[in-house]
């Protein structure tokens, strides 16, 4: 059988990658069969490398580009798109195209502390300005909008008075490294039915 095949779409460090990456590695049905980034210096294409996964990387001109961006991830046989920091926003033809198999992961309890320039350590300086008791994780469907596709998982953790955003960011992505993986195995699996 022929295994479906994912795209990551990342800026970061990716570690969310590397977790996905070791997940899928000897999956029968779920390979990661592309990496694909917004910045060349992103730590993300070193995950790519050593874990010899196919990676590539678009500005926000050749992301928005229907005809490359489609040919690209045809190229790969790209059935499912997982966002893990990505800081570019998904272009309507995409959102259009893989409707339904299109997730990001937000370091907050969404609808709080989503939107345009929220990313990383931004997201937890907000929610301690807040003086929020909770913090989490949201796994969602992309749409337009950043942040506000329709939730599918959140999973939450206690902030102290004495977390700084650091302290915090640690806390969330031990809970992304956690759930992200498991999450998006039972999604693609769904996508069989549709
Ligand atoms: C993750 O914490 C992810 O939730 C966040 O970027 C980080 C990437 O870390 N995404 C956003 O803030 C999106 N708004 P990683 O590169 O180590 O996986």
Redesign the pocket.
Known sequence: MKKRKIAIF??????????LIKHFKNHPEIQVGLILSSSSK???LKVAKEHNVPSSVVNKSLLSNNGYTTALLNLYDIDFIV?????LLIPPFLVKQFEGKLI????ALLPKH?GKG???L??HQSVINEGDLESG?TIHYVNEM??RGKIIFQAKCKVDRRDNAEKL?KK??EL?HKYYPEWTEKLVLQTRFM
């Open positions: 990342a800026s970061g460090n990716g570690t969310n990658a590397a977790e992103a730590g993300v966002l893990a920091g990505f800081l990001n992961i937000h370091p989503g929220m990313y990383g931004h997201v994780i950043y942040d960011s969330v992505q992304e």
